[in-house]
T-cell receptor
Framework: NAGVTQTPKFRILKIGQSMTLQCTQDMNHNYMYWYRQDPGMGLKLIYYSVGAGITDKGEVPNGYNVSRSTTEDFPLRLELAAPSQTSVYFC????????????FGPGTRLTVT | GQNIDQPTEMTATEGAIVQINCTYQTSGFNGLFWYQQHAGEAPTFLSYNVLDGLEEKGRFSSFLSRSKGYSYLLLKELQMKDSASYLCAVLDSNYQLIWGAGTKLIIKP
């Protein structure tokens, strides 16, 4: 059981470039989430999904897009990268939304220069 | 607005007890979580409280008072490996987690 896996671990992008952050979970969880974590700040929810084919915006969705074609995969797309998107990105999953803990992937450290 | 407050940093001695406080103001309340995050790693779940009172789990305990919008995480018999950030998060009325900025706990020998 690998849990939640994310690729890549690190990436440097130039301003205006695009990329996709991959996230996969093998726990058959319905709910999946993308967060960003800036230094000294709490986690901010970018997008979330309650099941395959269903996605919704979180607190900070601008500049990002997601899709959920399968239960396992929840990729995050950055279009036209900007320095403000320099952050650590965490993908997480949970069985449901209420009392169930979220399991986090190891994170992707992204720098946009 | 929604707000979660925790101290930025705390220092404690190995073998001692430390209490990390969290106060919150959110739109609705469906539970409060504590997570531990070691530097450069992902957060990992520690505890969940939805009713008032104390939940004990080994060396870690978590307390909740919904009327006061207050929680604390109590760590006993501190070990060096407890050096980490401790994140408080509240599940709001939309079942979204609102996260505090975290408390960095430094353990000294």
């Amino acid at each position: 059981n690998a849990g939640v896996t994310q690729t890549p671990k690190f990436r440097i992008l130039k301003i205006g470039q695009s990329m996709t952050l991959q996230c996969t979970q093998d726990m058959n969880h319905n709910y999946m989430y993308w967060y960003r974590q800036d230094p000294g700040m709490g986690l901010k929810l970018i997008y979330y999904s309650v099941g395959a084919g269903i996605t919704d915006k979180g607190e900070v969705p601008n500049g990002y897009n997601v899709s959920r074609s399968t239960t396992e995969d929840f990729p995050l797309r950055l279009e036209l990268a900007a320095p403000s998107q320099t952050s650590v990105y965490f993908c997480a999953s949970s069985y449901r939304e209420s009392s169930y803990e979220q399991y986090f992937g190891p994170g992707t450290r992204l720098t946009v220069t | 607005g929604q707000n979660i407050d925790q101290p930025t940093e705390m220092t404690a001695t190995e073998g001692a007890i430390v209490q990390i406080n969290c106060t919150y103001q959110t739109s609705g309340f469906n539970g409060l979580f504590w997570y531990q995050q070691h530097a450069g790693e992902a957060p990992t779940f520690l505890s969940y409280n939805v009713l008032d009172g104390l939940e004990e789990k080994g060396r870690f305990s978590s307390f909740l008072s919904r009327s006061k919008g207050y929680s604390y995480l109590l760590l006993k018999e501190l070990q060096m490996k407890d050096s980490a950030s401790y994140l408080c998060a509240v599940l709001d009325s939309n079942y979204q987690l609102i996260w505090g900025a975290g408390t960095k706990l430094i353990i000294k020998p």
